[in-house]
């Protein structure tokens, strides 16, 4: 096993609409299912962490979340599995352990995985992904999936040093590169 890759849902897996809570609506981003089976055929375990405010905001319940993701399951095939998948129902500013920027979710699967957090990726598209990477120890990369990214993300990962990707796909790339480099 290399390590495992941590990732957000919303931009980064599937399309996103805001306050998704419909399945119906759930659509793939391009090359996503490519980029995954590369991860899992490369030996990493996969982990979805995802932030659903819109049930803590009273818009949707958490069934309707857990009925998205279900969705998304089935358009990935079952060749892609996800190890745990964490979903963050509170809204900013509710309490939360889980809620990104908290590296909580991780921080308990690398212990649990026996993983080292040097052979270990968060990907997503928001600051709060890149922050929860950050502060678990694990190496982040930021995906650009087409939409603008806000200047505190992008001044945020020049600083830190995370790398940056157009989409998955090219991130599983840097992702393998990365591992290759330290191995």
Do not use: W
């Not at 957000?8 to 599937?14: E, K, Q, S």
């Not at 991860?39 to 857990?66: H, I, K, P």
């Not at 089935?74 to 599995?81: A, F």
């Not at 990726?121 to 502060?135: A, K, P, T, W």
């Amino acid at each position: 096993m290399k390590g495992a890759v941590f990732l957000d849902r919303d931009g980064t897996l599937i399309f996103d609409k805001d306050y998704l809570h419909d399945p119906a609506l759930v659509e793939l981003i391009p090359r996503v299912v490519e980029g995954l089976q590369k991860l899992s055929e490369a030996g990493y375990l996969l982990f979805l962490l995802t932030n659903q405010s819109g049930v803590g905001r009273g818009y949707f319940r958490l069934e309707d979340a857990v009925a998205c993701n279900q969705k998304m399951m089935e358009l990935l095939g079952d060749e892609i599995v996800f190890q745990e998948i964490c979903i963050a129902p509170e809204a900013p500013g509710e309490s939360s352990l889980y809620r990104k920027p908290s590296p909580l979710f991780i921080e308990e699967m690398l212990v649990q995985y026996n993983l080292l957090a040097q052979e270990c990726f968060m990907v997503g598209d928001r600051q709060s992904d890149i922050e929860s990477g950050l502060r678990a120890g694990v190496r982040s990369i930021l995906l650009e999936c087409g939409k603008e990214i806000p200047d505190s993300t992008s001044v945020y990962a020049s600083e830190k040093k995370v790398a940056r990707s157009r989409d998955l796909f090219d991130a599983v790339e840097e992702v393998i590169l990365k591992s290759n480099s330290i191995s």
